[in-house]
């Protein structure tokens, strides 16, 4: 395949890029490079099957020659930067989105969105199966972020449903791994940094609201694994019928064109996730307390069964060694800008 990714010298894009090669197909790298690392795929440059364009997705989007796959990640993805670019924010998921479905719709490629758990917002139900409705602010300072992507995704069926473009949606929970920024706001990276910096760890409010994180190789073979499957596939819809914040179930399957959670069901509190870091990282560093964000959800966690059925997918990298990589990465990126 030639595939084209938009974000793809961010975190999550480059490690897709990099898969994606090994297997043997053709990258194009897109990029306006607003929080994404021109490092991140610099090893990649050598490769005559892979290329960088520094581009932003919101103006009109050309690629010369064929396209068989459109990966849309181009998007501020960690709250510290969505709440500094908001407008940069809604414009990427509202016009960025567009731009690039009328692309795989000139090219007849395959769409996936990266969408998010965010679209759940501060969720009323715990697990969250993808056909939950959500509960968002959209006035919130980090509305900005979530109704992005939900309107991304009403975007992307608009265009499965009226023009037939093949589209997925995987909504990716909490993620970490290598090529993370180290002062990008982020939960696990935030802990690592400073619990390697011999700092205090920022805890905020009481540590005591959940979060399921998914290493980046576990993620990665299941946005990929999404991607390749066939549209004819079909799925019966779970979802919890004594909740009214459920949709119908009724007799009707879901199609490869709905949305999959992707992450790990694993759900610890924020506050035992400071002190598995603190215990890999064999820190001293102290906990420090700091007021809750506005509309900080209090729960996270994936209801993965459509992945199980429809991909055969689950995570398989223990968190201990998951985060042992990651430290080691952040050791190795903090003595390098020393």
């Given amino acids: 395949m030639r595939v084209l990714i938009t974000g793809g010298a961010g975190f999550l894009g480059s490690h897709l890029a990099e898969s994606l090669l090994q297997q043997g197909h053709q990258v194009v790298c897109m990029d306006n490079l607003s929080t994404g690392k021109i490092e991140n795929v610099s090893h990649l440059m050598g490769n005559d099957a892979f290329s960088f364009v520094k581009y932003n997705v919101c103006d009109y989007v050309h690629v010369d020659g064929p396209l068989d796959a ?46 998010t758990s965010e679209v759940y917002g501060d969720p009323l139900v715990n ?22 992507k939900r309107f991304a995704e009403a975007m992307t069926m608009a265009y499965h449903r009226y023009h037939g473009v093949d589209t997925r949606i995987v909504r990716i929970f909490n993620t970490f791994g290598p090529r993370m920024r180290p002062n990008d706001g982020r939960v696990v990276s935030n802990f690592i940094v ?15 609201q959940t979060r399921s994180f998914c290493y980046v190789d576990d993620l990665v073979r299941g946005i990929l694994a999404l991607l390749s499957i066939s549209s004819d596939r079909t799925v019966e819809q779970r979802t919890d019928r004594k909740s009214f914040l459920t949709k119908p179930t009724g007799a009707q399957d879901s199609s490869v064109h709905d949305p999959v959670n992707i992450g790990n069901p694993r759900e610890l509190t924020v506050m035992e996730i400071a002190k598995l870091v603190l215990k890999l990282t064999g820190s001293k560093s102290e906990i420090s307390y700091h007021p809750l964000p506005v509309d900080d959800p209090k729960v996270r966690r994936p209801d993965i069964t459509r992945a199980r059925t429809l991909l055969g997918w689950e995570p398989k990298v223990e968190l201990d060694d998951a985060l042992t990589n990651t430290i080691r990465y952040f050791r190795q990126a903090l003595a390098h800008s020393s």
């Fill in 194 to 208: 400073q619990a390697l910096q011999g700092k205090p760890l920022s805890v905020f409010g009481d540590g005591l």
């Fill in 127 to 148: 697990p969250q199966p993808e056909s939950y409705w959500g509960n968002v602010n959209p006035m919130s300072p980090r509305g900005v972020y979530d109704e992005a």
């Fill in 70 to 115: 459109v990966m849309h990640f181009a998007s501020p993805a960690s709250p510290q930067d969505y709440l500094d670019m908001p407008i940069a924010t809604l414009k990427v998921g509202g016009l960025g989105t567009h731009k690039v479905l009328g692309l795989a719709k000139a090219k007849g490629a395959r769409f996936l969105l990266a969408s």
